[in-house]
């Protein structure tokens, strides 16, 4: 699918988009088009990669004439570029927008004005029957790609949804582990809350999956193990061999869910079972090809995929931070 291809990457330089093109300069691709805001991080990555087949593109997404610009003889877009963090989205909601609603729109636009061949958009386990402003805006995000596939363009527009991605930047591992280090404390929300968690080099491959395999319209699910935060933590510590450490419970943000679903009840009408790693989201919109692709899965017999549900066990998590290279 890539091999020879051109490739633009939103928000390039954070921790989705560096394993993300790791993996796709295996591919070999034509060009990869690293496109952010941050100069000092793609002057770090070029260093990094130093890889001919890599460009860099200072832009931001809010900027549609830049984007247009940026895409031009691009042959696939993956949109990571985003304000993720759920405080931050609380407290400057206008900004929110403007990244994850305008942004979103702009890459839907200049894609099809230079008739890319697919749009590959990660969205997160949050814009399911969302709480806060953060998963507002990407649930929004989400609706506007779903919409992009009636423009009656050349362009395919895809979805991936997933829950929280072990190792990237603000991840809690990195936070605990900070804690566990420089504090002796670890600050948990609520004793009770479970978190979805995959490994960053896990994401990407479903990720990889999804963009070879989708049609245009649907959203694929990625369906993640869960584990109680409380417990994730414990392994952090039992690891680190500091004693004395202490989890202190300082109570839920504003926005926040104790218990996160990465499929709605409303969704599960039209949710289909794709393989044991996926679920594919099926849009009310009235796309004929996109239905008869899938009419011969069978649809989900639950009404909602929540984290409360099939929680790791500790030792389980330990695997999983294991392969992760998070544990000593």
């Avoid at 809010?62 to 989205?89: G, T």
């Avoid at 069978?298 to 500790?314: A, E, H, R």
Wanted: with cysteine; hydrophobic share 40%.
């Amino acid at each position: 699918m890539f091999e020879n291809q051109r490739i633009l990457v939103t928000g390039g330089t954070g921790s989705w988009g560096h394993e993300l093109i790791s993996q796709l300069l295996t591919l070999n691709p034509k060009e990869i088009i690293v496109y952010s805001r941050g100069e000092s991080s793609q002057v770090a990555m070029s260093r990094e990669f130093e890889d001919s087949r890599l460009s860099f593109c200072i832009g931001d997404i809010r900027d549609k004439d830049a984007l247009v610009a940026a895409s031009r003889e691009v042959d696939y877009i993956y949109h990571l570029a985003a304000l993720k963090h759920v405080p931050v989205c609380e407290d400057q909601p206008y900004e929110a927008l403007k990244t994850n609603v305008i942004g979103t729109q702009n890459v839907i636009e200049a894609a099809v004005e230079n008739e890319v061949k697919k749009v590959i958009y990660i969205s997160t386990d949050k814009a399911a029957n969302p709480s806060n402003f953060y998963g507002m805006t990407k649930a929004i995000g989400e609706k506007l790609i779903v919409y992009a596939n009636l423009l009656r363009s050349k362009t395919a527009f895809v979805t991936v949804r997933g829950g929280n991605v072990l190792g990237t930047n603000g991840s809690v591992v990195h936070l605990f582990k900070d804690q566990i280090k420089n504090k002796g404390v670890v600050s948990i929300t609520d004793m009770e809350m479970p978190r979805f968690f995959l490994t960053l080099r896990d994401a990407i491959s479903l990720l990889f999956e999804a963009s070879v395999k989708s049609v245009g319209g649907e959203i694929f699910v990625m369906t993640m193990p869960t584990c109680k935060i409380v417990d994730l933590a414990e392994v952090l510590i039992e690891d680190s061999g500091i004693t004395g450490v202490q989890i202190v419970e300082r109570g839920t943000r504003p926005g926040e869910k104790i218990h996160e679903i990465l499929m709605s009840e409303f969704e599960s009408r039209t949710t289909i079972v794709y393989d044991d790693q996926y679920l594919v989201i099926l849009p009310t919109l009235n796309l004929p090809e996109l239905k008869a692709h899938y009419k011969n899965y069978k649809p989900v017999t639950f009404s909602s995929f929540s984290s409360q549900f099939n929680l790791m066990t500790k030792e389980e998590i330990k695997n999983i931070l294991q392969r992760g290279g998070f544990l000593a």
